[in-house]
């Protein structure tokens, strides 16, 4: 009895360590082990019926019959695992047709929101709608007419392109955009209206006066601090309006970067002598 119970004790451990091995091997996602740990598995379990003196040597496979799987629950390889893995958790992509629909819907509902008064509401379902088909001229079409009416032009100008380009035949987008081009021709004519009156302010401004010239060496300075800084010069503002104004050398910065500061400078005032000369310029 003994001897039956350890027989028994010892098959059990024979076949739970190669599923153990299994389960490492799809854990690591590495196929070699996978198979080598299957073909254990194959070699050290008998058949039904057999007897350990008719058992094959651990080196042949003959007494297995062709497809068999010790572990007929699991998948037969890591390739198989990870499908099952991906059709469990990943979830199916919807198709584009019901995304239109519930774009569609979500339209309805956006367009019924704003009818009664609830914009806020409207404009996150608007968003919303393009959320689902971001390609959807209605629903571009729709959220630029409502942009336009809460009166922002030139986003609702982006939108209303966008359809058209889309949909070049949309006929509610270009009717809208029409209104729309109008506003928006409106805010940039008044826009180039308060630069040209800054602009004539400005020249009224009489060029020895000493604000001015103290403005306008400051601008100067900043200038060329921006136009290196941006290319990787780590010479400070103080530090350049130092350079420019002594010609003194910063301690610890490189000759290049105060290179950099003079050659601007110099180019600039030459720039700014040959315009005041206007002597011709050539490649020479």
């Known amino acids: 009895m003994a001897g039956t119970q ?4 010892s098959w059990f451990l024979t076949a739970l360590l190669p599923f153990m091995g299994y389960m490492l091997a799809v854990y690591l996602n590495s196929p070699e082990q996978l198979d080598r740990v299957r073909n254990d598995a194959l070699r050290y379990l008998p ?4 007897k350990k003196s008719e058992q094959t040597p651990s080196n042949d496979v003959a007494f297995v019959s062709p497809g068999f799987n010790p572990f007929p629950v699991m998948p037969a390889s890591v390739e198989d695992w990870r499908f099952h893995s991906r059709r469990k958790e990943t979830p ?3 198709f584009p047709f019901a995304m239109e629909s519930e774009s569609q819907a979500t339209l309805r509902k956006a ?3 704003y009818t009664s008064g609830r914009t806020d509401k409207a404009q996150r379902l608007f ?4 959320q689902f088909s971001p390609r959807s001229a209605d629903a571009l079409s729709a959220y630029g007419e409502f942009l336009h009416r809460e009166k922002n032009p030139l ?3 982006k939108l209303l392109a966008k359809a058209l380009q889309l949909r070049p035949d949309h006929a509610e987008a270009r009717r809208v955009l029409d209104m729309n081009s109008g506003v928006v021709e409106d805010i940039d004519r008044n826009v180039f209206v308060r630069i040209d009156a800054k602009r004539n302010s400005l020249l009224e401004v009489p060029r020895d006066n000493p604000a001015f010239i103290r403005a306008l060496r400051e601008n100067y300075v900043r200038h060329v601090y921006h136009s290196n800084a941006i290319e990787g010069n780590t010479l400070t503002l103080a530090m350049v309006r130092s350079i420019l104004e002594s010609g003194m050398a910063v301690a610890g910065k490189s000759i290049r970067e105060h290179n950099d500061i003079l050659g601007l400078d110099l180019a600039l005032n030459f720039v700014h002598q040959t315009t005041l000369k206007r002597r011709q310029l050539s490649v020479e």
Do not use: F
């Open 6 to 9: 350890l027989s028994c004790l």
């Open 47 to 50: 058949s039904a019926g057999q």
């Open 92 to 94: 199916p992509e919807p």
């Open 111 to 113: 367009k019924d929101m």
């Open 127 to 130: 968003q919303r709608a393009l």
């Open 155 to 157: 986003e609702a100008e």
